[in-house]
Structures are given as C-alpha cells and as structure tokens.
C-alpha cells in the first residue's frame, strides 16, 4: 500500500471539515489495502497447474514412475502455494471481475457500517479506494442521489484510479475530495450546522 502518514491523514481530515462546512452532506473517505485476503486463489492455481504436470511427462525422453510424477506434483503445488502468495503476483492471477466485485461488496459494507445510510436528509457520502483492486467509489445516499447524477461523479474516479496506479494516492484522494466538494456544495449547500460523522480518513 501506498503510505499516508499521519501528517497527510490530518491534512485529508482538514479537507473534509472544509468541504463539510459548505454542504449538507456528511462525507467519509476509506482507504483500504485490499477487500478480500484472496487465500484460496494460490491453492486453485496452484492445484490447476500441479494437475496438469503429468502431460508433458508423457513426452520426456526418460521414464518415470508413477510415485516420481505424484512427488513432482506434490513438489511443484507447494512451491507454486508459496510463490503465489506474494501479493504483487497473486492479485494478478485474480480475475478482473472478482477483484471489482470484492471491493464493490467492501463499499457497501463500509457505507452501513460507518452510517452513512442513517444521516439527516440521507445526505451520506462515502469515498472508497481499495488500493490492491485498483478500485474507487463513490456512493452517495437518497438525498443525495435526487440532486446528483450519478455520472458526475465518473469524472473524479477516473482521475483517481489514474492517480492510485501512478502511486499518488493521498494526491488522487486530496483532489478527489476536492473534486466532491465542489459537486456537493453546488448541488447541496449548507443550510444548518451539523457533523455528525469524524471527519477522518479511515485505513483498513
């Protein structure tokens, strides 16, 4: 994971007390490492290709028994376990769809468990990056949604997934944040005072 120390932790915390001070909104980013451990993909891996060692015996020169093909494969399976647990290499044997469909899931579940689904006027907005995935999103409650299109947020997500594979992530997330706040504060002015969420990055 790309670093955030605590002085750039502060200063997205700053940030979002500011973009909250000219919207309704209450607004909660959450930077994950990665939304799943992945575990069984090295074993699957692993298996698939361990399985398939016999066939290239059957063209060697050289005669093996059955137990020497059974070791083989013993031997190649653990050592491709252990090779495709370094995370660089396992998250690229992940399928596209199941890394987005994971961090998708980890959206959600951080979208209720941070409350966002239970604020005045269903105002809840929450910014997520799953770093591994190579994933952002922006979700937004009811109140939210009657104002805001969904497609005005794309703009910022794209530019954020850009910034996470160059490995500016606090830069992606400082000018995505930015980027919500002008969209909220137009679309949804401040009309009371109110913070009833921290206004923190979350890490995971």
């Given amino acids: 994971m790309t670093i955030i120390n605590p002085d750039q932790q502060q200063s997205v915390a700053d940030l979002i007390t500011d973009v909250e001070q000219h919207t309704d909104a209450e607004f909660v980013a959450v930077v994950a490492r990665q939304s799943d451990d992945y575990r069984y993909i090295p074993v699957l891996w692993a298996a698939a290709i361990a399985l398939l060692i016999p066939l290239p015996v059957l063209f060697m020169p050289f005669w093996l028994t059955t137990a020497d093909v059974v070791l083989v494969q013993w031997l190649s399976f653990l050592a491709l376990v252990g090779l495709f647990r370094i995370p660089a290499l396992r998250i690229r044997l992940i399928p596209k ?108």
């Fill in 97 to 204: 769809s199941v890394r987005y469909g994971r961090a998708a899931n980890m959206a959600r579940r951080q979208f209720l468990e941070n409350n966002l689904h239970h604020t005045r006027g269903e105002t809840g907005v929450l910014l997520f990056v799953s770093e591994a995935e190579r994933y952002v999103e922006i979700i937004a409650d009811r109140g939210i949604n009657q104002q805001v299109a969904q497609t005005q947020w794309q703009g910022l997500v794209d530019d954020f997934v850009a910034a996470v594979k160059a490995g500016n992530t606090h830069e992606g997330l400082t000018n995505c944040i930015k980027g919500c706040g002008a969209i909220l504060q137009q679309h949804v002015p401040a009309t009371h005072q109110k913070n009833e969420l921290p206004n923190h990055l979350i890490l995971l």
